[in-house]
């Protein structure tokens, strides 16, 4: 193909072009078009000890309040240079809120989720609906609801925030709004009214809202995740299907009013694989990521072999081979943009890649 | 209109045209098409005794096996003639199970429900997995799945049995097929396999069968329906809504893999009205069967008000004005034909009509 | 299975059974469910010649006006006694509009479309939309859309009328209203609105009304339908394949906004069949009428074969097996229930099944 | 909000935290999750003039071949660095094809679309079926459909190229393949095979594959599109209604199977504004690109009026204040990213914002 390089009649037109605004394909199809995906963004691992200590430092030295609204650390995923996102449209962080601290009111367009690690009490007041976060839970935050949080215990709490503001900055579709200072309703249910409605599996209450693209239920308790791994598990232990793949137990948390995900660009789902098994091999267009929930074992990133541990955070970039083989009967939490791909019809999926490193 | 009374004319074409197999609209148009839905069949109360102890009397005279299939006893509709139908799409009966009986695997177009007003002991086991029948639960038999019952208990046992034998009949769309005479899986697990992976609300077996057009969770128990109902009279007490209506409280049975209807054709609900409070009065097109699982209070059907107590099954046409009224906490089971009219555009509802006799 | 033939104990049970509203199922279980759809509708012909000459007596005898509403002579299949059904779902019926009448407005709940085999003359006024009636052509009417009848010219003018009268009947789902008795408007455009908007394939007017579960196109003309066939059997004589299989052309009506069926309860479609050519037989649940637009062949209903030429109409019942041969290219017109099927998980199809009789 | 500027406890958190790849939200939250839109991208507009002498010279200095693939330059929005993406999501490029020139045969995940500004004589060749490419005709290319083009003419041939190269390149979807070097099909007919089968409004052949995501019909010809704007403006003259305001008739290319869009990631339409007439001001969420075939007038963005002529380009970011005036009848082609937003649920749009400068 052509090229500059000895042609100063291609350095003047080259030249005219960027003078206008315009730019030809020719010279960077292949970056623009590639044959697979190129990723920027690379796999990588953040361990929880890490990110932990300086989620505690900021704890000390930084403030929660209107502004700044969140004491949330980003994972900055090394491959895509300064902005704090985990992949190119997966935001996580991990949010730090001290013993009888409060974040105030806001909302905005981007769609969130937390996820709790460990620890406890702290109330998420959703739309006036204040919801407990416990161990292995996960909360919902549908996009445009006023939300705050407030930690009414003597212990501070930290937990996994995952949202899509990279994909929304990316499609300039993002608004934000702040709401009061106050607290809107310091009660602490052990229950939340989403929960009363929406728990029981296959009962829709006819007089309830069932929301719009986002799931009603705003909390899925680990109480029934758990159960329903294990399950899952006991009916493979009797070989009766219903697994992934043999040793392999996941559950997709969706939508109980229709039955799709819970969050219109996010996928998130738990899974449980048991001591000494491993998880079919794949691959597929769209960025996952991980957090190990409990437990311990090894996951492979096209070919590398990376061992992880309790609250270990991992990012699978784009047509990235990914594989989890467990050490101990390994939990693990994972949220996805998948989504996206399905709706706009770019979903691709390969299964038992070859382990070649890139 | 023309009529032929007087016109020899006319005579002679109206018998023309009846031995070449056509007829005139214009002298039934009223008839085919009337101003409002003139339905035959009747608002109708059945009495749980009465059929009840008729199910007896057949438990003791007529035995359960090949052919017959069932020991069923269905709800004829005054007004529809001498079909078996409680309604003209829907399918009511009672079912009778002797002490340590079976009835032998067979599989339909039509699709049908079991609820347990009482009793317990027998398991139905639906494409061989064994589902135990208790007091208040639904269980689903799809379309074209296998299905079996037996009783290993030393008691006889009664349920209701709907389906939509009426209208699949009407469409000309029945097929049938006899299974194996034995039982196919005489255990007796208090858990289904198919609740094991769909029990949980709003977690997704991601290597689970959905199904197809049924919902993938064979039974729904009482223990949940229950508790439902009760958290949405809680959160009516607290002012919070949820409820249909002051004092109203209803869940919708649904496929939890879509959230929509349990089976394509019948709707299946349960209603909690609070001891002196009523529902709103409403008629629609299509046609319901309602049963009072628990309490006592008068059900009005197009201004005539019937006491209705434990048991009594009501069929309630099209376009029948229809209120409840509890005297006690009144639980009500109600299934409905809705689903076909809103696939097929001719839903209509008209709220509070005017309470007066046809 | 027991009868009550010998044993009075039976006897007394089963008149009990009757007095009290209910039936047994075990006695009649095979004519309720039987292993096969047993249609009371016959396989069944009707000759133009013989309908059409009583429609042309009924436009000297009978008056058209406000109660009968409109000169329709309805099909009534032989099987299924006294109500003038094409089909248990289908009605299909000739109307007569004499030189210079008209029919007055009303409204109905029933879904119904018109198609014309020959003549002229006449428009229907949509919902105040008048659209021209001319050979070939397949106008619409929506459920409960406005509309009236005015022959502009000095001939008499027949047409077939297609509802699904028979359906919404059984389901109690009929409303009706009058309107003006004076026709909305005279003019007699080529054009009519709805084709304006929407007769260009693929360009949906922005700013237009897509009308809800019918199509906002009011009129297929037959030059379309033409083309599209003719276009069918070019590509097929080149074998680029885009016809239902060799030498069979055919087009199924749909809604430009949406794709789906013209009418929420009817499926419509025109078929071509090259001379000398055999359609695939098949047989599947639900039924159709034929109606031959042009040419001859023979059309066998359950192995039976029936010469039929312009104008004669065919009911088909369920799970009649079916098949055209054409003696020259032969056009035929079909509409059947197959959306009420489909939407209701009843469908079921069988190609080339055996062709025995019944 | 805790700046770094006085504090060296959070000079070392931050430092730490940039070492172990996270990142605080609350330095960046205002610029991670703004008010409204912040788009990058500029309103900006291309003149036709300028860009189609750069692809003339580019003509003869720059060969079309295998690599390179296509001799097409790209509009570089300004806000948009050095990447030539007209829009955050969308690709617009002018393709020159010299006269007897060919574009070799390949294929891609993304999605892609010609418009044809003027000039002719090239055939498009998507999956062996040849597409005459005529002034005001829409081309579609499925994604991952073989294509290739070839010019049969003596003259240079120019149009417009629209893609989602920028959401797909974002979204890491990108995969590639280089088919046969030779034209596959050389003929030259006027009718594409895709159109005999598709080009029939509300006719669907039955034996016809409806294809997947994108539109079976593979061109919408101007013929078509033209008389569409002209039935609308007719109406709208009599007053019927059907335009998107009063002298502002416009059309959306659609898919003929489904009624959705032509493309999953691409809304295509065609708009005319009588001379003298304004459209409704608006802004979306999204950005589109804005072709004028034919006219002038004056597009106002965000409170600047731009006047545009024939073959101007125009690129609307995301929550750009947009109306355009025509000076004589006006027609403009417009591609958006508007079904992204829809289906991710990001959508959102503000009629008659005040106009004002950002």
Redesign the interface.
Known sequence: ??TSDI?P??DN?YA???A???????????N????????A?LP?V?RWK??HA?AE??GV???V?R????????????GLGNV?FAT??LWA??QYLGAHETAPAHR????AFRFVLHGGGVWTVVNGDPVEMRRGDLLLTP?WAWHEHHNTSDDAMTWLDGLD?P???????????YGRAEISDRSTPSVA?SE?????????????D?G????P?MV?RWE??D??LR??L??DNRG??????RG?????????????E?L??IRI?MHRIRAGQKSVSRRA???DVWQVFDGSGVITLDGLPVPVGEGDLVAV???CAFQISADTTLDLFRFS?A???E????A?TDFEPEDKPR
């Open positions: 193909m052509a042609d009649t291609l037109l005219d072009m960027a206008a605004d315009v730019a030809p394909l020719w010279t960077q199809r292949e623009l078009m590639p044959v697979t995906p190129l990723p963004a990588h953040w890490v990110v300086l430092r900021a030295s930084v403030p309040g502004g700044g609204e969140r004491r949330a650390i980003a994972l900055a995923n090394p704090p190119p449209t962080a991990i905005h367009s981007q769609t996009a503001i994909l929304v900055s990316q499609l300039d579709a993002g608004f934000f709004e009214r009363q409605l929406w728990q029981y599996a296959g009962l829709r209450p006819i007089g309830g069932a719009g693209a986002c799931s239920l899925y029934s995740t159960a329903a399950a899952q006991d009916l009766e299907g219903g697994v992934v793949s392999h137990a996941a559950v997709r948390f969706t939508n109980p009013a229709t039955g799709s819970v219109p660009t789902e267009v769209g960025s970039p784009s047509w943009d989504p996206v791909y709706k706009l019809g770019l691709r």
